[in-house]
Every structure is written in structure tokens, then in C-alpha cells.
């Protein structure tokens, strides 16, 4: 009879591994260089090789607008392509807890597989572990991709550089919090892979200086790390940040700031002032780029600070998320 | 600490109402104040503290011309 | 109020030269909401605003977190608080930390959040960290209603609630250099503007009761420093706030809880600041009167004179230096309303 729950002895290494793995996983994520079930994955490329792993531990495992599946794919794709690579393979390692539901891991690897055909990366590898637990479920994904040639990142940041958000802020946080808390709200995840709104970039003229993702820690602590690698100014417009005003109250009520909240799908990008209308017009022409926004500016001014401009006219500075005490988001 | 946000009485129950705040909604505890749907409240730790008066801009404006008159 | 007004209130507050107005907010929410807004950038320099003892957590005094502490690691009890509480030291250590060594400690946003939490397990005591000012006293007088009516005989309280104008006529009697108070928006939603008007006569000093938006602050500053010299309150907060504030909740609180003499951390004794409960509820108290002791964890905290509005935050010699957002030495680096870390946020 199939188990219903994940057991010690799916971590046998046994046949109960082996039937987890070919029930669930190489069903899944099926193609011809995982099916070969070797010890590694052998797979073609050539260039300059992009590689990064992420580790996803949200809890809850489903929320609204993904599950820890989607999110374990979008996170290291999107690491990827941050970078300016195009992301080609995935590996994941599973660390399943005891009493974890089959149903449920059944559906987390459909939603990865699915979430992987729409980046356009293939799974090649994989790993599964149980140790013994409350039903918990940890993945790690590493992943590989290659590089145009472009050199893309902080350092690469200009005076003069307009910086554009591809979408609202804070969605993926709230969505997560409010799983937890009593506050009644359809706020979902913007948990997604920016591949189509990269690509467009990188096959476009636009001079993309840096991409960061905006996950843990918000816009305000990725802004504040670029603008200390590139010793600039980075100066924000509050009344130009796109914050729809469900996630400014749900902030409002647990009195959070929409500049310290997490996103799983979007990314703030750096571009010379001439680029910036078609690199606008090419975002939002892209899946999940509707809310593009230019949110600020870079100057030569005092290295490593990040100003607002607040709505009433006023300026704060602004620093990395401290702290401790957030739930686990991601 | 003392944050309080307004938002819209939804429905009334018993001890408690479901208030709205742009699409989220909250459960908070009506024992400090009599409410009924449609009020705009101030909630403060799950509960409502008081309700919000519609006058602001007319009282502003008096008080706005009374501090004119002593320069 | 039309943009036109906001911009003349932003151009006369720029250009305002009169004599120097020093301007204290007592409450750590207006701290936050000024940092937030860059109000100080706004101002002209003969215009400084200065922070007060306004954040409820801050003005906790070691004995409290002590005692907290101490009852996160008796059995079968667990200590329920506001999040900020945690990180905040006492004299050896945080709640926190003794959580992370096993003691109990849970975080909620509301505080009848409890009452599941005791339901669910009867065998536990569950006792509120109950710190806070007049704004949040009614939302524990009203948990308490709910526990006396349905006999609940798992949920205790440690008190460390905290009234207003007491503390802003000690600031005012030890002879603070201030010309101008920003009233605590939300205290005088419940006990009403009309509650400030002994201390602006007695003191000729002007009250401006506030909002939280930055078009709010911006207001009430104006309208502060126009009446520079007289004593008079000034309601720039009427949406939500009456001269008489809310009458039901004042009585459920004075049902509940009486005034007596409050220890602030850093500042001391102030007769009639605090709110303890009633002898007929006391079974329901923890200690909250005994707390008498306030030693911080580094003697040369300075956080006492900070919260009075006596020295700014970058004249305590901890400043920065030992004391950190991560490795905080007094409570007002702690909370996101403490006057050091709005501070230390913005250098």
C-alpha cells in the first residue's frame, strides 16, 4: 500500500527512497539527462558559466500565489539572471521532515516542474534526505547559467543612472505574514521568474548597468548594498514607489514599512537617463512587468547613501532591514 | 506603539466587528465604542478606540484662521 | 486642507526667524512618523524638535524585564508581550534571550490574542506584559471585562501602564528647555484634547494635538510655533480626537485600574504616572507593584537623560559605539519608536 505520510524509511536510501524518487520527482521533472539517473548530471553549454544556489524554508509551504516549490525555482533563476545570464539547469536537494504528506510533496515537485517550464530551465539533478520533524520541507536549488558577456552589477553603476522598479513592492511578505496572523486579505505572492522581462533587456539596446531581485530585507536593503558597492547616491521619489494600498495598510496594521518588505518577483534595475523609457516600455511589455515604475535617480553625491524624498517634501535616509524576529519568508 | 489605523466597519458581531482597511479586513473588539457597518474607526491592538469624525477639514480651517488672527 | 495650504505651512515653516522654539513630542509614534516624513529638514533652524519619554517600552524600567524574565522560566507559565519588549535589557539580559535558553515568551499583535492561548491550555498561566499609555489601558480593561465575565483563571497581568500628563508636568516643573508640545495623538483620542489644557495654562506653554501623517505633523507645528507664548491646546487632530475624548473607555479603565506612583527607566518616581490595578482585581497581578529597582545593564547608559529631552542621543558616550541597533544598551536603541535609534537611522 502507498504511504500517505514521508517516514524514516524514505530516507533509507532503500527502495522506499527509490520509489519516492521515481513516484514523485523524476515523474515531475522529467527529461533525458535526469532520466539517466547517474550520479551527475553531464549537460552541454559553452561561454562564460553563471552558478548560484539559494536555500527556501518558508512556512507556511503553500500560501497564496505560490508554495515553496515555485519559489525554490524563481529564487535561483532569478539569481541568475540578475547577472544578465540565461539560466539553463537546475539541481534541488530535498530535506523532507517525518510526517510530511505525499500528497503535498506531490504537489510542491508538480508546481517546480511547472514553474521550470515556464523559465525555460531544465531540472538535471537532485538529492532527498528525511530526518525527523513536524512535516516540515526544505529545498536547496543550485543553479547554472550563461553569461552574455555583459558585465552587469553594482560596480558598473553611473552618476547620472535612473533606477526603475519592475512592480509593487512588499506582496510576497504580506502574502506569507498574513497566512499567520488573523488579517483576512487576498494579497498573493509575486512569487515569479523574470525571464521574459531580462531577456527583453538583454536582446534590446538598453545599457543595463546592475539588476538586484528584491527578496529578503526589501527595496530599501538591496538599494543601500549597490549604492556602498558603487560609492553613489542613490536618491528614491516615496510618492513614486508602486505600493498598491492593500499592502500599505496590511503594513500600516502591523507597522510595517513597504520599503522593508520581501518580493519573490521583482527587481530593481539600473540604466543610463537615455535608456530609460524603452527599458520602461520593455518591462512592462514583459510577464510581470505591468507596474514598472522609475522610483529614483543615482548621483555622485556621498558614497553609499540612499535618501527619500518623502511625500510631504522631506528627506530620510535609509539603511539595510535590522533586526530580528521576521517569520521565515522564503 | 500607540499606532492606530482607520478603517471602515464592515459587519457588527455581538462584541466584535470586521473592519476594512483598503481590502484587508480584522477582527476587533467593539467594547470601547458602539459602531454600526459604514462607520469609519480608528482600531488600536484589536479594538476599536473611537470613531472618526467626517468635520476635519472645517475645523482645520476655523483653527487655521483663528491662529492667522494672532500672527 | 488644499495643497495650496500645506505649501504655505511648509513656506512659513522654512522661513519662520523669530525667537528659538525648542518643541518636544511625547510620543514615540509622532518619533517614528517625524523620522519618517523628514520633518527636521523642513524647519527652519530656529526651529528644533526634540523627542520625550513617549515610547511606552522604552520607559519600562529593568525591574520589569527582570521580572518578566524570571516568569518566562517558571513552570508551566508563558509570558505574552508586544514584540519590541523582547530585544529590551534589563539589568543581566533580554526576554529574548531567556527565550532562546527556554524560557516562554510569546509575541501577539492584539492582546486578546491571550485568550485563545489560555483555552487552549489550561494547565498554563499566561501573563500579559501590559505596558503601554492611555491609548492602549481600555484594550486591557476591556480584556479584563471579557476574563472577569467568563472566569478565566489562566491569564495574569505585570502592569507597567503609563499616564501623560503627569510626566509631561514633571518635564515641565524640572524646568525643561522646551517652548511647545506635539499632544500625543492617540492618548487624546481617549482621554480627550481637553485633558492637556491644566498643563498649557499652568506652564503658558502651547499643545498642538497631532496626527501621524506627515501633512499632520506639519500642521501642528505651525500652528505650535504661531502661538508661540501662549497657553492654549490646539486640536489638529479632530477626525479623531474630541475636547472629552472617549468617555466609555475612560470609565472602563477607571473600573479597573487606579493611579499611583510610576518608575520610568532612566528618569525615576513620578507620583501619579502609573495605572496599577484595583485592589478587588489585584488576583490577577503579578508584582507590578514591587518593581521599584532600575539598574541598567551599562551603567553609563544615558538613556534617562535622553528620554527627558536633555541631551540628544549623540551626547551619550554609548552612542554608536557601544551601543548599537544590534547590540543595544538601553531600551531607546531598541524600539523602532526609541528616540536613539531614529537617531542613529539617520546619520
Known amino acids: 500500500m502507498e504511504q500517505t505520510v514521508i517516514t524514516t524509511e524514505h530516507g533509507s536510501g532503500g527502495a522506499a527512497t527509490a520509489a519516492l524518487i521515481d513516484g514523485i520527482f523524476a515523474k515531475a521533472f522529467d527529461n533525458p539527462v535526469l532520466a539517466q539517473m547517474e550520479d551527475s548530471a553531464v549537460v552541454p553549454g559553452a561561454g562564460e558559466i553563471a552558478v548560484t544556489t539559494d536555500s527556501f524554508v518558508v512556512d507556511p509551504l503553500f500560501f497564496n500565489g505560490g508554495d515553496i516549490g515555485r519559489l525554490s525555482v524563481c529564487g535561483t533563476v532569478n539569481d541568475l539572471l540578475m547577472r544578465g545570464a540565461e539560466p539553463k539547469y537546475l539541481t534541488c536537494g530535498f530535506i523532507l521532515e517525518t510526517g510530511l504528506l505525499v500528497e503535498e510533496l506531490k504537489r510542491i515537485a508538480a508546481s517546480m516542474a511547472a514553474t521550470a517550464k515556464e523559465a525555460g530551465v531544465t531540472i538535471v539533478a537532485g538529492d532527498t534526505k528525511v530526518v525527523e520533524g513536524g512535516g516540515g520541507l526544505y529545498i536547496n536549488t543550485a543553479g547554472i547559467g550563461f553569461a552574455q558577456g555583459r558585465e552587469i552589477g553594482a560596480r558598473q553603476i553611473q552618476p547620472g543612472d535612473v533606477i526603475i522598479l519592475s512592480g509593487n513592492l512588499g506582496e510576497h511578505h504580506a502574502a506569507i505574514l498574513s497566512e499567520r496572523l488573523s488579517i483576512d486579505t487576498d494579497i498573493a505572492s509575486d512569487c515569479a521568474p523574470l525571464v521574459e522581462m531580462v531577456r527583453a533587456l538583454m536582446t534590446s539596446d538598453v545599457t543595463v548597468h546592475a539588476m538586484r531581485d528584491i527578496t529578503r530585507g526589501g527595496l530599501a536593503t538591496i538599494l543601500k548594498e549597490m549604492a556602498e558597492t558603487s560609492g553613489l547616491t542613490f536618491e528614491l521619489k516615496e510618492s513614486c514607489l508602486p505600493v498598491t494600498p492593500k499592502v500599505r495598510d496590511f503594513c500600516g496594521l502591523l507597522g510595517l514599512d513597504p520599503l522593508y518588505m520581501g518580493n519573490e518577483g521583482k527587481m530593481a534595475v539600473m540604466v543610463p537617463e537615455s535608456d530609460a523609457d524603452e527599458a520602461i516600455r520593455l518591462i512592462r511589455a514583459s510577464a510581470y512587468g505591468a507596474h514598472a515604475a522609475v522610483v529614483g535617480r543615482v548621483s555622485a553625491g556621498e558614497p553609499g547613501q540612499v535618501v527619500v524624498e518623502t511625500a510631504v517634501g522631506g528627506r530620510r535616509n535609509i539603511d539595510v532591514l535590522r533586526g530580528e524576529g521576521l517569520p521565515r519568508i522564503c | 506603539m500607540c499606532v492606530a489605523l482607520p478603517g471602515t466597519v464592515i459587519s457588527c458581531d455581538g462584541d466584535s466587528a470586521v473592519v476594512d482597511f483598503s481590502g484587508n479586513r480584522v477582527r476587533a473588539k467593539t467594547g470601547l465604542v458602539d459602531v454600526a457597518p459604514g462607520d469609519k474607526v480608528l482600531v488600536h491592538a484589536g479594538c476599536v478606540l473611537q470613531k472618526m469624525r467626517e468635520e476635519e477639514a472645517v475645523e482645520l480651517e476655523r483653527l487655521f484662521k483663528e491662529l492667522g488672527d494672532v500672527g | ?347
Not at chain 3, 516562554?104 to 501590559?130: C, G, K, N, W
Not at chain 3, 481617549?190 to 497631532?210: C, H
Not at chain 3, 500652528?223 to 479632530?238: C, D
Open chain 3, 1 to 347: 486642507m488644499s495643497d495650496e495650504a500645506l505649501a504655505a505651512v511648509k513656506a512659513r515653516l522654512k522661513a519662520y526667524d523669530g525667537p528659538r522654539m525648542r518643541i518636544m513630542e511625547v510620543c514615540g509614534s509622532h518619533t517614528a512618523a517625524i523620522v519618517k516624513n523628514g520633518i527636521p529638514g523642513l524647519l527652519s533652524k530656529q526651529i528644533e524638535l526634540v523627542a520625550g519619554p513617549g515610547c511606552p517600552v522604552c520607559v519600562t524600567p529593568t525591574d520589569y524585564i527582570d521580572r518578566l524574565i524570571a516568569l518566562s522560566q517558571e513552570e508551566n507559565t508563558c509570558v505574552v508581550t508586544f514584540g519590541d519588549l523582547l530585544r529590551v535589557p534589563g539589568s543581566a539580559g533580554t526576554l529574548m534571550q531567556a527565550k532562546n535558553a527556554g524560557g516562554r515568551a510569546e509575541m501577539v499583535y492584539s492582546p486578546f490574542d491571550i485568550l485563545a492561548m489560555a483555552q487552549a491550555e489550561p494547565a498554563t498561566t499566561f501573563i500579559f506584559a501590559a505596558v503601554g499609555f492611555e491609548t492602549t489601558a481600555p484594550v486591557y480593561a476591556l480584556l479584563l471585562d471579557q476574563i472577569v465575565e467568563a472566569h478565566i483563571e489562566n491569564i495574569r497581568f505585570l502592569t507597567a501602564l503609563k499616564t501623560m500628563p503627569p510626566v509631561i508636568d514633571a518635564l515641565c516643573a524640572g524646568g525643561a528647555d522646551v517652548q511647545g508640545l506635539i499632544a500625543p495623538g492617540h492618548v487624546a483620542v481617549v482621554i480627550g484634547s481637553d485633558a492637556f489644557k491644566p498643563l498649557a495654562e499652568a506652564y503658558q506653554l502651547p499643545f498642538g494635538v497631532a496626527g501621524f501623517s506627515g501633512m499632520h505633523l506639519l500642521y501642528a507645528i505651525d500652528g505650535i510655533v504661531r502661538a508661540r507664548g501662549r497657553g492654549t491646546v490646539m486640536n489638529f487632530y479632530p477626525e479623531a480626537v474630541t475636547p472629552t475624548g472617549n468617555v466609555k473607555a475612560q470609565d472602563l479603565v477607571a473600573k479597573y485600574f487606579e493611579p499611583g506612583d510610576a518608575l520610568w527607566r532612566g528618569i525615576g518616581v513620578i507620583p501619579g504616572s502609573g495605572l496599577f490595578l484595583k485592589p478587588a482585581v489585584q488576583c490577577f497581578d503579578m508584582g507590578s507593584q514591587a518593581l521599584q529597582h532600575d539598574h541598567p545593564m551599562n551603567a553609563a547608559c544615558r538613556c534617562g537623560e535622553v528620554l527627558r529631552g536633555a541631551i540628544a542621543p549623540q551626547d551619550c558616550p554609548l552612542f554608536k559605539t557601544a551601543c548599537t541597533p544590534l547590540h543595544p544598551q538601553g531600551a531607546c536603541m531598541v524600539s523602532a519608536e526609541g528616540n536613539c535609534l531614529s537617531v542613529y537611522n539617520q546619520n
